[in-house]
């Protein structure tokens, strides 16, 4: 799979300033996930369905 293909955005919550930020980009079945500040370091790819089991763990502050 070409990466630079994907359509990336950072999350929502993510500051201005440079801080840490994720990245998403989604496919019909896979999610993939990678830290702005590191393009192209290591990412990793999450079923739809894990992806959503994350996310209530992820918005806890």
Known sequence: MNFSEL???KSSYSGQ????CVEIA???Q???VR????KQ?????L?????TA???YASRG
């Open 35 to 38: 830290d702005s500040k590191d």
């Open 17 to 20: 300033d440079g801080d840490d």
């Open 26 to 28: 989604t496919c019909p």
């Open 47 to 51: 079923s739809p369905a894990a992806w």
């Open 30 to 32: 896979i999610v993939h």
């Open 7 to 9: 359509a990336w955005f």
């Open 41 to 45: 370091g290591p990412r990793i790819d």
């Open 54 to 56: 994350f996310l209530p």
